[in-house]
């Protein structure tokens, strides 16, 4: 599974757009990109995943380049309710094991 | 439909003792895991699941022991607890492997 690289922190005001940047230049032709998050002492949440098209649920949008080596999660009207640790994960659909590589993530702080 | 349940939330233990944590899903999901998380590190998988009856290792697999008996059960024992395997515990289930993962809200293990 390819590596990850993204900023160790960011803050964005509430009611704004957060969005979320990802380094994954190694990515390969079959590994998709999973974004979780992780609320202080709670377990991982799954955000949302592509492969190469942009996708839209009701928690985020993750738009992915065309050259697949970067993506960015973007919360359109974050709240207080979004600060966590987000987690970008690069995985090959078929790997051993469904193991999801965790990196350090990035500290997103909404302010008032 | 209460997810994936972790129990208990919090333990302390002394070196030597043995426990296990439970988790159960009520989502029918095939693929059950085992994670730790370490303060400043990313979560690293123990142990894993694809079906009753069949369990794999992960990348840190040493010091606990797994079975899965039922679908819905997936507990993880320390047959001999030491200070190192002082961490927060997080189980996690999908549909299958390469369906997103629900994560429970943790067990957090101390040992003296």
């Known amino acids: 599974d390819a590596k990850t690289t993204q900023p160790p922190s960011m803050d964005c005001a509430e009611g704004r757009a957060a969005n979320l940047p990802c380094n994954h230049s190694t990515i390969s032709g079959n590994e998709y990109v999973y974004w979780y998050r992780q609320i202080h002492s709670q377990g991982p949440q799954y955000i949302i995943h592509g492969l190469k098209n942009n996708e839209t649920n009701e928690m985020a949008s993750l738009i992915i380049t065309e050259d697949r080596k970067s993506s960015t999660l973007i919360l359109p009207h974050a709240t207080l309710r979004d600060t966590a640790v987000y987690y970008c994960?690069?995985?090959?659909?078929?790997?051993?094991?469904?193991?999801?590589?965790f990196g350090q993530g990035t500290e997103l702080s909404v302010k008032p | 439909n209460a997810g994936v349940t972790q129990t208990p939330k919090f333990q302390v233990l002394k070196t030597g003792q043995s426990m296990t944590l439970q988790c159960a899903q009520d989502?029918?999901?095939?693929?059950m895991s085992w994670y730790r998380q370490d303060p400043g590190m990313g979560l690293r998988l123990i142990h894993y699941s694809v079906g009753a009856g069949i369990t794999d290792q992960g990348e840190v697999p040493n010091g606990y022991n797994v079975s899965r008996s039922t679908t819905e059960d997936f507990p993880l024992r320390l047959l001999s607890a030491a200070p190192s395997q002082t961490s927060v515990y997080f189980c996690a289930s999908s549909r299958d492997k390469n369906q997103p993962q629900h994560f429970g809200d943790g067990t957090r293990l101390s040992i003296l």
């Open positions: 994960i690069v995985r090959v659909l078929y790997n051993q094991g469904g193991k999801l590589i």
């Open positions: 989502m029918n999901h095939e693929y």
